[in-house]
């Protein structure tokens, strides 16, 4: 049996009568940058995300970098982050001409951990930037209680969080910005690159629209240099009708991490994702963790299982970011999950049939 890592031509022949329509009056519109078909989206994300606006953007890389440069982070700044995520979460910091400053994770849920945060924070710390990975919200309300202590801005790097919650509270909606990736293999996706900001904040939504617009407010005049970071009509008219499916999708991803867990759960030498009691995931990956990573990942290729690393080598180990000064033995607890991490085929689209041939294949080689 043949099962991909990630299914999206599945996904596309689901929505195919929708789509295909709304794409081609969006261009019959003529209207392909900004437009109805994008204020439209941005009101509907912003009421998905109990946020009150949403600026849609270029890409979820785009999303944080505005974000952050609308809040004022900048140049002698430092952003508290974590090293186990992907690089546009550091980028994102370092291009607005801050410094990424990482602290590690908790060994359960591979998210930041709140009580390395005060150590981290130094006079020129100005945010926190909290990555709710794999679709697991991080603890927000120990972060926002450290930030009001010290007087530090959040951020939340909503990229892999479409729709989770953090007790009862979505994704995104907790902090003065949360970021979100429309990148096709993410929970919502776009059909190219693109992204949004959701906030409560009027003032910071205005500051947004004009860095993503070349920093004009009124066409040719430019009050500041901003970007070319707008969304598009056609990702707009597409992601209006997946926005609809994505509870539906969620609830699937969700329920084949429950059928995983019964499955994996009892097999030597395997643990399964933990899910905080703060938590609703919605799975955007299932991440289970083994000594034997890659003779196992090596085996379910052989049979056919495509998985994927989430991510083999922390921030603080890459050749991009060695003029940070990290050294290896920094982070103990990233470095440990990114070397005994393997992703799992997940998708909406997943069977039953394929989740049981899953597990049974983990099985046979660990008991083998
Ligand atoms: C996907 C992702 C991003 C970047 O999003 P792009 O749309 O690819 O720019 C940022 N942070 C995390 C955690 C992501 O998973």
């Known amino acids: 049996m043949n099962i991909p890592f990630l299914d999206l031509k599945a996904q596309y022949q689901q929505i195919e009568n929708e789509v295909v329509p709304a794409i081609k009056e969006a261009m019959a519109n003529g209207a392909f940058i900004g437009g109805p078909q994008v204020t439209g989206f941005e009101e509907e994300f912003a009421a998905f995300c109990d946020s009150a606006f949403c600026v849609g953007v270029g890409s979820g890389t785009d999303a944080l970098r505005f974000a952050l440069m609308a809040a004022g982070v900048g140049p002698g700044h430092e952003v508290i982050t974590v090293p186990n995520t992907f690089i546009a979460t550091g980028e994102a910091v370092s291009q607005v001409g801050a410094r990424p400053i990482f602290v590690d994770i908790k060994e359960d849920t591979c998210n930041i951990d709140p009580e390395k945060i005060a150590a981290a924070i130094t006079p020129k710390t100005r945010a926190i930037l909290p990555v709710h990975l794999y679709g697991q919200t991080a603890d927000m309300d120990a972060i926002l209680q450290i930030a009001r202590k010290h007087n530090l801005l959040v951020i939340e790097d909503a990229c892999q969080a479409h729709g989770a919650l953090y007790k009862g509270k979505k994704a995104g909606s907790m902090s003065i910005a949360g970021c979100f990736s429309f990148y096709p293999g993410k929970n919502l996706g776009a059909f190219g690159e693109a992204g949004a900001v959701v906030t409560q904040d009027e003032e910071l939504a205005k500051k947004m629209r004009i860095i993503r617009d070349h920093g004009q407010e009124k066409k040719y ?142 099985k046979e080689f660990m008991t083998q």
Not at 255 to 284: C, D, M, R, W
């Open 221 to 362: 005049y430019h009050m500041m240099e901003g970007y070319n970071g707008r969304l598009d009509a056609i990702q707009a008219a597409v992601l209006r009708i997946k926005l609809k499916k994505l509870p539906a999708w969620n609830a699937a991803r969700q329920k084949h991490a429950k059928h995983y867990n019964e499955l994996l759960s009892s097999i030597p030498g395997i643990t399964i994702p933990t899910q905080a009691e703060f938590a609703q995931s919605v799975y955007h990956l299932y991440v289970i963790h083994t000594d034997k990573r890659d003779a196992l990942q090596q085996y379910l290729s052989e049979k056919g299982i495509a998985t994927g690393l989430h991510y083999p080598l922390p921030l603080h180990l890459q050749a991009a970011y060695k003029d940070l000064g990290y050294k290896k033995g920094a982070f103990p607890k990233t470095e440990n999950s990114a070397a005994k991490l393997l992703s799992l085929p997940m998708f909406a689209e997943l069977t039953n049939t394929q989740i049981e041939y899953i597990a049974k294949t983990i």
